[in-house]
């Protein structure tokens, strides 16, 4: 039986070859090699997994393979039922039939049409993405017109190079933990996740997501059939860690998800994650949109007029600035009347409108979207947590006066290599009964490695165990940590800096009249010393100068 790390390395090698294959065909740092790189990892994926539980399948009921497969009966409509989670297959659409194809002439055709009726497929409706507008994006596009036409029959040819059975199958893959998976998809997308445009595709990096889905899922007991949202998801990193967090009850995620992001690609990636981590019954709850002109999950599915849905669980890592001014004035009249966005809108400034602070709308719908009982994490710059006027100081009043802020923890510095900005993150809670906050100074932990040409802090093991540790137990320690009570953070502008709360210790040494005389004198000697040395160096200065002599 192969080992999961041989696994590893063999999906990798892959990955590698898809890239390689990419740039031998002009593809190489283009849009198109992302999606090539990614859709024949996905169909790779899908394609053993179908033979996989078919395979086990077939032995229960005794019957070979490719005689369900093949013949349309009631055995190959019972595996489809069993298995509606997962991508169906036909036949002709699988690895296995068209690597017998790959001679022929019109091969790069036949696989571009496998790929259309995957998409198509009346049972595969679900792994479509919605967007905000009612549109549905297919599981797969063409991928060999991608290239001239001349080279797409050798094209093809060559993907099959790559992923056929003989290569290398994910059997020995599908018992992988969320762990594992995770370092495959940062793997799979580490070339393509990175800021670009004005939109910047943040990862958030793995250890503050597991930092943050374990602090929020210990504010409280784990709900069963939670429903948790992400409205700047991303490529899902946040949100699939706080569902893994959130775990399993009787073979069930106890999490269903729901997302919206305003970027296709980092939509598609978040689709991917998602089937790689078993939480394809979420699919539908994917929407590509602008989260704050149009948020598209409400109490009734697509009934605007029931109102914005409410969560158990929300996490986000929003952008910070962001030029919205072409929507900025849609947003506040549409919602002016609801108390989504209770302490303003940001204006739009006369320069630079890529400063816009649209990350001040994120946390106003993130609170008023939050059950009575709701919990929520949000990523901020650490600047939110002291601003002293305008829509920050609002916020964090309204966090005060309703006890909804849990803890605050400041991350290092660099911590996300693509940006400087540093960060805070803050945990609400509806239901908050303690009479205090934990504020945590996390910003001098960590090691300071380099990722290409960034610099970036890396928290160690036994770092990310303490922060998680000290929040969740609410422990006390010099200068990491402080309990405030919320009295306490009124008389201070409702600053949520652990620093300005740290208690500043005085030494205090006993000694005897003699020895203060001793040292007084000492002090005073040194003194009259360099008094003299400044007198002396002002009347060189003076005779060079042709001046007057200093006279003391």
């Known amino acids: ?79 489809y039922d069993a298995n509606s989670t997962d991508v169906s297959f036909g036949y002709e ?204 999950h409400f109490t009734v599915e697509h009934e605007q007029d029931s109102g914005l849905k409410k969560f158990d669980y929300q996490t986000i890592n929003p952008p910070f600035k962001l030029d919205f001014s072409s929507t900025r004035n849609d947003i506040e009249q549409k919602w002016q009347d609801t108390g989504r966005f209770f302490a303003g809108v940001p204006k ?44 920050e100081m609002a916020i964090r009043t309204k966090m005060v006066e309703e006890h909804m802020i849990k803890g605050v923890i400041s991350m290092p510095s660099n911590i996300f290599a693509n940006t400087g900005t540093n960060v805070s993150v803050l945990f609400l809670d509806r239901a908050n009964a303690e009479d205090s906050v934990i504020l945590i100074d996390a910003s001098k932990l960590g090691e300071k490695v380099k990722e290409g040409k960034n610099q970036k802090t890396v928290l160690r093991d036994l770092e990310i165990k303490k922060i998680i540790d000290t929040f969740t137990g609410r422990v006390v320690e010099d200068d990491f940590s402080v309990v405030v009570p919320f009295e306490d953070l009124k008389e201070k502008n409702c600053s949520f800096s652990a620093g300005q709360y740290f208690e500043v210790k005085i030494e205090y040494v006993d000694i005897t009249p003699e020895e203060f005389r001793k040292r007084m004198n000492t002090y005073v000697t040194l003194l009259s010393q360099q008094f003299q040395k400044g007198r002396e160096l002002e009347d060189s200065i003076m005779k060079q100068m042709g001046g007057l002599k200093y006279e003391s």
């Open 1 to 79: 039986m192969t080992d999961i790390h041989t696994t590893e390395s063999k999906i990798k090698e892959i990955i590698d070859s898809l890239k390689g294959l990419c740039s031998q065909n002009g593809l190489s740092n283009t849009a198109n090699e992302e999606v090539v790189v990614t859709s024949v990892f996905l169909y790779k994926f899908l394609n053993d997994k179908f033979m996989y539980n078919l395979g086990k399948f077939a032995d229960e009921i005794g019957m070979p393979v490719e005689e369900v497969l093949l013949n349309e009966n009631d055995e190959l409509d019972a595996f």
């Open 93 to 296: 659409d699988t690895i296995q039939f068209l690597i017998n194809h790959v001679e022929q002439d019109d091969f790069a055709k036949q696989f571009d049409a496998a790929l259309d009726r995957i998409s198509k497929s009346v049972r595969n409706e679900a792994f479509a993405v919605e967007t905000a507008g009612g549109e549905h994006k297919p599981l797969f596009e063409p991928l060999t017109v991608m290239v001239e036409p001349a080279r797409r029959n050798n094209f093809a040819k060559a993907i099959f190079g790559i992923i056929g059975q003989d290569k290398f199958d994910f059997s020995g893959a599908f018992n992988g933990s969320f762990d594992f998976y995770s370092a495959i998809f940062e793997y799979l997308i580490k070339d393509y996740n990175v800021a670009s445009g004005t939109y910047a595709e943040y990862f958030t990096p793995q250890a503050v997501s597991s930092i943050i889905a374990k602090c929020l899922v210990g504010m409280s007991d784990k709900i069963d059939a939670a429903e948790i949202c992400d409205w700047a998801a991303g490529s899902g990193s946040l949100v699939l860690h706080l569902a893994h967090e959130l775990g399993q009850e009787a073979g069930m995620n106890r999490a269903v998800v729901y997302t919206q992001d305003i970027s296709a690609k980092s939509t598609r990636f978040l689709r991917l994650n998602m089937m790689l981590n078993g939480l394809s019954e979420s699919l539908g709850n994917i929407i590509q949109g602008d989260s704050m002109l149009s948020p598209a």
């Open 348 to 391: 739009i400034p006369n320069a630079k409108k890529e400063s816009m602070s649209i990350y001040l709308l994120f946390i106003q719908h993130v609170m008023y979207s939050m059950k009575p009982q709701g919990k929520a994490a949000i990523v901020v710059p650490t600047g939110f947590l002291t601003a002293k006027s305008g829509i």
